[in-house]
């Protein structure tokens, strides 16, 4: 048979930090189903993974804050590029045809075409602009 330790912890009802934690017990209690030497027991452990994760490395934390971010950006910006990458792609192609077809041999990234331009239609690839658009 095992044998229990018994410790006493005390909480001061003055102090705010100490009735967070007994409120957050008293909840995590009702809400797991576990002892409160349970949760007490899984806190401790967790708390002592971080002080000797920041003892061994004492940047851990920054770095994982700034690889959240990091991914955070690189999300929204693949989002991005996948709702404008399209028309982006369409507008040059739309560049290309019209600089070729004024008898330019190279096209000139610096114009694009305007409303009532004459694009001969035979000369745009509609099957790539399709799927370029999804």
Excluded: C
């Excluded at 934690?21 to 899984?42: H, M, W």
Aim: no cysteine; net charge negative.
């Amino acid at each position: 048979m095992s044998e229990n330790k018994n410790i006493y912890v005390q909480f001061k009802e003055d102090n705010p930090s100490h009735m967070k934690a007994v409120d957050f017990l008293k909840n995590k209690r009702q809400e797991t189903k576990s002892t409160y030497a349970d949760i007490i027991t899984n806190a401790l452990l967790k708390y002592a993974e971080i002080i000797e994760q920041t003892e061994r490395d004492p940047y851990f934390e920054t770095r994982e804050k700034e690889n959240e971010f990091i991914a955070d950006i690189l999300s929204k910006l693949q989002e991005e590029l996948r709702i404008n990458l399209p028309s982006f792609m369409i507008s040059l192609i739309a560049t290309f045809t019209v600089n070729t077809n004024n008898g330019g041999n190279t096209a000139s990234l610096g114009t694009t075409p305007q409303f009532g331009d004459n694009i001969d239609k035979d000369d745009i690839d509609w099957e790539l602009l399709d799927s370029l658009d999804g």
